[in-house]
């Protein structure tokens, strides 16, 4: 599967090399930059926003993939899409009227998002698969990198392909992937793979390089 792409979290990253961070795993050979902003509410931590990703996004010219964990995305959406993000994701559980939030996603000029947690069905995306840029499936329950890879999440995601019907959408992973679960979830019709500590370990680019590479080995034969 050679069109799979990779989403190094910054999360995982050093943040007080944040930019150089960022440039490392682009020349590592990434495709998208994944940016987990967490509000301290929806989910047990916080991280950055806006100022960051603005401060950030001259330093590669990848796409930024913003991964809102947070409770009221809608009143952010025009401040995400100005600081520089190309795809902005929201949770479900979190919009009372996901139609509308979709669609001013891509009225900002952004692709547009859904996460649905582990516990979540994808029930919620029946009625809005043509608002859909991407589904990002949460393999972890989100708050936190470094956490282990939820398997029951693999039958969610065959499940979302079918739905989406040859759709071009996305169908983004997130938490755990390494080079033993990425295999898993892209047989099952995952087309991007979010992956923080299994691309920042080593520290450095050609760690970085490496760490990507042994993903996409994992998957080619797909
Ligand atoms: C979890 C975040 C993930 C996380 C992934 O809340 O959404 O993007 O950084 O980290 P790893 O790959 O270490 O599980
Ligand atoms: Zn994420």
Redesign the pocket.
């Known amino acids: 599967m050679a069109d799979v792409k990779i989403a190094p ?1 910054i ?2 990253s050093d943040f007080s090399r944040l930019a150089e961070e960022i440039c490392a795993v682009d020349a590592a050979g990434c495709d998208w930059i ?1 940016l ?1 902003v ?1 509000d301290g509410h929806f ?1 047990p931590n916080l991280t950055f926003g806006p100022p960051i990703i603005e401060a950030v996004r001259n330093t590669t010219s990848k796409t930024f993939d913003a ?1 809102l ?1 947070v409770s009221n995305p809608d009143r952010l959406l025009p401040i995400y899409a100005k600081a520089g993000c190309d795809i902005i994701t929201v949770h479900a559980e979190v919009c009372d009227h996901l139609d509308r939030t979709l669609a001013s996603i891509r009225e900002l000029g952004c692709r547009a998002g859904v996460s649905l947690n582990p516990h979540m069905s994808e029930d919620c995306l029946k009625y809005v698969l043509d608002r859909l840029d991407l589904v990002l499936v ?1 393999s ?1 329950n ?6 282990s890879f939820l398997p029951s999440v693999v039958e969610k995601i065959s499940r979302i392909k079918a739905m989406l019907d040859g759709r071009e959408v996305d169908i983004e992973v ?4 390494t080079a033993e679960t990425a295999p898993l979830v892209v047989a099952a019709g995952a087309t991007a793979l ?5 691309v920042f370990k080593g520290g450095t680019q050609e760690a970085y390089q490496a760490n990507i590479q042994l993903i996409r080995d994992s998957v080619k034969s797909l």
């Open positions: 979290s999360l995982a994944h987990d967490m989910v991964h964990m949460m972890v989100p708050g936190f990198g470094g956490q997130d938490g755990g992937i979010v992956a923080g500590s299994a």
